[in-house]
């Protein structure tokens, strides 16, 4: 049990992992306990998705916010979207200090996130009249490593 406790201490998600495919082998067994074997797997397995679903939502944020700080001429709303990036990061540093199993999914959450993030600047941006085609192009042909992503980095103020 003490491996167990030290999992679930050092990798949520791993330990999820784990504790599903434990609940499914037992019911599988057909253990005589009276209980739903495959739900009570689900759950406990959909609790390391949340983390998984939290990990990418703050990707995107991260994303949508630096692709705006790049292509948007809006003054106002700048320092906003550095302190949203910032707030999102640390976000993602706790929950991979939770479970640094999602680690290897960084690259993944970062390809989705792209594609999410583009979408969501592109419409903010024709609603503000700053978007034309070839700014559009450009936005959706973006990308960034998992180093902008998760370190310091910010994109140059866009020129004029």
């Known amino acids: 049990m003490s491996d167990v406790k030290t999992l679930y201490d050092e990798d949520f998600v ?7 495919e ?12 009276k209980l739903d074997w495959e739900n009570l797997a689900e759950e406990v397995e959909s609790l390391g998705k949340s983390q998984l679903h939290e990990l990418k939502s ?16 809006a003054a106002a709303p700048r ?10 990061r640390s976000e993602i540093e706790l929950v991979m200090d939770d ?17 999410h993030a583009a979408r969501k600047t592109i ?6 009249v700053e978007l034309n085609p070839v700014i559009a192009a450009r936005i959706r042909a973006t990308t960034y490593t998992v180093e902008q992503i998760l370190g310091d980095w910010f994109p140059p103020e866009p020129q004029g």
């Not at 479970?99 to 594609?115: D, Q």
């Not at 419409?123 to 503000?128: G, I, M, N, R, T």
């Open 79 to 88: 320092r906003g979207w550095v302190e949203s990036i910032g707030d999102a």
């Open 123 to 128: 419409f903010a941006l024709e609603e503000y």
């Open 99 to 115: 479970s640094p199993s999602l680690k290897r999914e960084i690259g993944v959450a970062i390809t989705t996130g792209l594609k």
């Open 58 to 73: 703050q990707v995107r944020r991260v994303i949508e916010h630096l692709l705006k700080l790049e292509y948007s001429s």
């Open 14 to 20: 791993a330990w999820s992992k784990e504790q599903a």
């Open 22 to 33: 434990a609940l499914r082998a037992e019911g599988r067994a057909g253990s005589n306990q």
